[in-house]
């Protein structure tokens, strides 16, 4: 990995040139947070760490500034990045995270003081009104998702072909804050369908059936992920990754960019923007732990969160601790996740397969033969569809066979009963109901589509 082994800060300050100032944080713990980056990175340019590590010079400035805190998880890999010594490494963590959790604690603030008797409180902000649109809206369906065959048990790997489980690389487990305050997604209601508008537009919910009608609930975005650990977007103010709040314009930072986002159950997990590592979001405020080395992709669904390997396309399923992953299947040319199975489609496409495990423990046969050749697999509560080879029709696979079902669009997302399709001109969005086989225009035009399953409330 680029940048491992490189010499520590003293002793090569004659190339960082101009000396950054004291530091300039809001409180004595983001000054000490910043002067311990300072002390990491001496001696490598704002430049040098832009390239780096995917982030913006400005960034990296007001980082080492402490007028921002810079993520912890960002802070470990800087750390063991820049520290060759395994006793020093270690030693240089625990202080990097010492001083990120003080930082991260005196950024939060005391809590408010109840009023005094007799004192009123504050009148509650009033949320902003309910703007009703005849639908603007769109997504980018990704078509993926697909497997194939058996081998061995493996974990991700991180770098080289070491195993991050097997102590090759520190793992940076623990919170990655910018300290900000702290929040959590809120559950989504309604018809958990959701676009954005030409061009980044809006971001708006459809009221359902027969109201025709779609709520604003965001001013612009450029990608959406749904689940039922909520809504999720992108280019809501920066590029950074933002939950929705639950009311019209109430959106939240809870993570920095990543190359990839996926949502497994109540689980939120990024793929870090140079795609070295894999985090899952804490749960509330921008707290996020490590739990594995490089992936190409995420897969996220109802079995659980998936990664395929950089270097060789293997997949793998995340076993719910940090560094353990299981060997799924070799490399296949798309993957779709079910609310109950995972697809895979052969790199020739000419068939797909479903993983037979955890189902079948005593057997070596982990796939089984589900469907003839494919394009594309999507998939979701609703069940398996792909496109066909020439990626023109969308079907639906039922009684182990693919039935046709209509054109397949520019996206296609597939929801609790229903499939969602955004057409090819991005003009109209579209609603398949396989209890009669009918298609519905919903609206549009869209730039880009996400649907779920809405989950009941606290």
Known sequence: MTGRGTTDGA??????????????????????LASFVLEVTDGVTLRELA?????????????????KLVPLDLLERLVADRTPDEATRVSRTRTARRLHAAAVDAAAGPPEPAPEPGVPSPAPRTPPPRRRHRLAVGVTVTAAVAVVALLLLV???????????????????????????????APLTGTGVF?????????????????????????????????????????VRGDGLFAYGGSPGRWHQVGEPGADFAISGTRVYRLAPDRGSVHVWDGRGTSWTWVGGPA?????G??????????????????????????VGTAGADFALTDRHLYGLTPDRAMVTRWLAPDTRDTDEKWTWAAGPAGALFAGAAGLFSTDPTGTRLRHYAKNAWHDIGPAGAEVRVAGREVFVLTDDRTSV????????????VGGPAGTLAVTVPRAGP
Request: glycine share 20%.
């Open 11 to 32: 002793g090569s300050a004659g190339r960082a040139g101009r000396r950054q100032g004291a530091p300039r944080g809001r409180t004595e713990q983001a000054n000490a």
């Open 51 to 67: 390239e780096r590590y995917h982030i913006g010079k400005t960034m990296w400035g007001e980082y080492r500034s402490g007028q």
């Open 155 to 185: 974990a991700l790997l991180p770098s080289g072909d070491e195993d991050i489980s097997a102590g090759g690389k520190l793992p940076s487990g623990g919170a990655s804050q910018n300290g900000s305050p702290p929040v959590r997604a």
């Open 195 to 235: 676009v954005i508008g030409p061009d980044g537009d809006g971001v708006l919910q459809w009221d359902g059936p027969g109201a025709g009608d779609w709520t604003r609930i965001g001013d612009t975005a450029k990608r959406l992920w749904a689940g039922p650990a909520g809504l999720f977007a992108t280019g």
């Open 296 to 300: 190409s992709r995420l897969y996220g």
């Open 302 to 327: 109802g079995p659980g969160l998936f990664a395929t390997n950089p270097k060789d396309g293997r997949i793998f399923k995340y076993a719910g601790s940090p560094g353990e992953w299981e060997f």
């Open 430 to 441: 579209r609603r398949w109901d396989p209890r009669t086989d009918t298609w519905t225009r």
